[in-house]
């Protein structure tokens, strides 16, 4: 590793790599985005099922509150 190599050589590779870097960078922050997106998206499903879990079911009877059949209508 003890060559040297003239700035005027190098300067090209540099720039290559500096784009490339660039570009790499760019894909990976727009990757962050989307994937902050579809989690934020997923909180708030999480959310929103959490909260209809917690709700009350209305509509039917509470069956737990009826009182048994007799003995002679059991089938």
Known sequence: MGQQISVEDA?????KRCGELFDETLVLRAQVE???KQLTAAQ???QRLQQA???PVAGGPD???QPPY???ERG
């Open 11 to 15: 300067f090209p590779v540099y720039r």
């Open 34 to 36: 989307v994937l902050e």
């Open 44 to 46: 708030e499903e999480n």
């Open 53 to 55: 879990a917690d709700e």
């Open 63 to 65: 069956l737990a509150a």
């Open 70 to 72: 007799p003995e002679d």
